[in-house]
C-alpha cells in the first residue's frame, strides 16, 4: 500500500488549460469596474485611463499541458510563456514589478493569481477569475464586496 501512495503522483496526468479558453478575447463592457477600481485606492485620473484602455487577452496552446498568456492593453503588453497549471513562476505585472504568479482552475473557472514580490509594488496581491460564456469570456474582479465583471468576445 505504502508503494502505490509513492507510485500514484506520478501516474496522474498535468491538468491541462480546456480548449475554450484558446483564442483571442477583446474587451467589450464592463460592469462595476469603476467602483471596483476605487475600493481598490486608485484616484480619478488613473481610474479613467485603465477604463478607457482597450484590453485583449490571448491564450495560445504551446504544449499538451502548456500555454501562452497575453495580456495586450493600450498601456502595458504581458507575455506569460510556456505557463503550467498551478506551477508558481516569476512574471511582471501592470505595475512593473516582479509578481509571482499561479494560474490554476477551480471548477470550471480559470484563476490568475499575482503576488507582487517588493512590498513597494503598487499592485497589490489580486487574483482574476475567467469563466466561458456563449459569447466569450467573462473576468470577474473582486475587492472588499466590490464585484466587477469585464465581458470578452472571441
Avoid at 499541458?65 to 504581458?78: A, C, E, G, M, S
Amino acid at each position: 500500500v505504502v508503494i502505490a501512495l509513492f507510485v500514484l503522483p506520478s501516474l496522474i496526468a498535468a491538468e491541462s488549460l480546456p480548449e475554450g479558453f484558446f483564442g483571442r478575447f477583446r474587451l467589450g463592457n464592463s460592469d462595476n469596474f469603476d467602483e471596483y477600481l476605487t475600493a481598490k485606492g486608485y484616484g480619478w485620473l488613473t481610474r479613467k485611463i485603465v477604463a478607457f484602455a482597450s484590453v485583449d487577452k490571448v491564450f495560445t496552446k504551446t504544449g499538451p499541458n502548456t500555454f501562452d498568456f497575453d495580456n495586450l492593453t493600450t498601456k502595458k503588453n504581458l507575455h506569460y510563456k510556456n505557463v503550467v497549471l498551478g506551477k508558481e513562476f516569476i512574471g511582471e505585472g501592470l505595475d512593473s514589478t516582479k509578481h509571482r504568479i499561479t494560474f490554476h482552475m477551480r471548477g470550471n473557472r480559470l484563476n490568475e493569481k499575482h503576488v507582487p514580490i517588493t512590498s513597494d509594488a503598487k499592485q497589490k496581491e489580486d487574483e482574476y477569475v475567467f469563466e466561458l460564456n456563449s459569447s466569450g469570456m467573462v473576468q470577474i474582479l473582486e475587492t472588499k464586496g466590490i464585484v466587477a465583471r469585464r465581458y470578452f468576445k472571441r
